[in-house]
């Protein structure tokens, strides 16, 4: 039987949101958030844009997806994120109490899992869906910034 | 001599903004960013006002110092909040490089030092600065809450 709705399908949308990123000079990290088969958030890193450490992609779209739900807790939602989260957005993840977080490529350096960030019990973690095209293009990006400077 | 800009002083101004969430059913968390003697941004906890468990004080505190500084990083700046930063505050100071993080209360089950949030190598900690003013606040607020329901 065909699975439409499968880990890739969703993590595809997290790699455009990450191409978006691309496009505006930010470090290119894209999520969405899903709840059944339909995406209630989006979000790319933003912290150049915007001029603040805090505007990760999972950040804005942890924010998002409560606005979306009117409530803050993040049950029965999965995020797709093209990068293991940092401690800062792992942290803000156990606070929202979020079911399942899938991520691509992994951040041995500064992922929360060789951190250790602490997660909330209810919630499940799963990585390396579609993590050759989320680390290809972080590597584009900073090639093509040292090529620049 | 006369020291009127101590820690006690910048302690007061976070514990200001704490009762201004308390006021608002918040639970009672504020913070201040000072750069020399001059606060450039506050935050109290709007985590149920906004819906959005990423609201905290500290998080809203450097999003503002960093508008205010026109960068994000807070290089020189130190942070004085009431209570002792979660993993996703402690993950967001990590990126912004702040040099000094003052807090009153411990937090000893969801506090950054117990759970070994990675702090970043320019920042240092001090902690129990009016702390009994921080943590009286935050046990008047539950003992309310629970007489309240």
Redesign the interface.
């Known amino acids: 039987m065909i699975q439409p709705f499968d880990d890739n399908y969703f993590m595809k949308k997290a790699l455009q949101e990450a191409e978006l990123a691309f496009e505006k000079g930010e470090i290119p990290v894209g999520a969405v958030i899903v709840i059944g088969d339909k995406v209630i958030a989006r979000g790319h890193n933003l912290?150049?844009t915007l001029?603040?450490?805090?505007a990760h992609a999972e950040?804005q779209a942890?924010?998002s997806a409560?606005?979306f739900l009117?409530?803050?807790?993040l049950l029965n939602c999965t995020l797709y994120v093209t990068l293991e989260p940092?401690?800062?957005?792992?942290?803000?993840l156990?606070?929202?109490q979020i079911s399942k977080i899938v991520y691509g490529a992994r951040d041995e350096e500064r992922g929360c899992i060789n951190?250790?960030?602490?997660l909330h019990p209810k919630t499940k973690m799963k990585g390396g869906v579609m993590a050759e095209g989320a680390s290809q293009l972080l590597k584009r990006f900073f090639i093509e910034r040292r090529n620049l400077n």
Chains 1, 2 share one sequence.
């Open positions: 912290t150049e001029n603040d450490v805090t950040m942890i924010t409560a606005n009117g409530g803050k807790y940092c401690q800062m957005c792992a942290g803000a156990y606070w929202s951190l250790k960030t602490k």
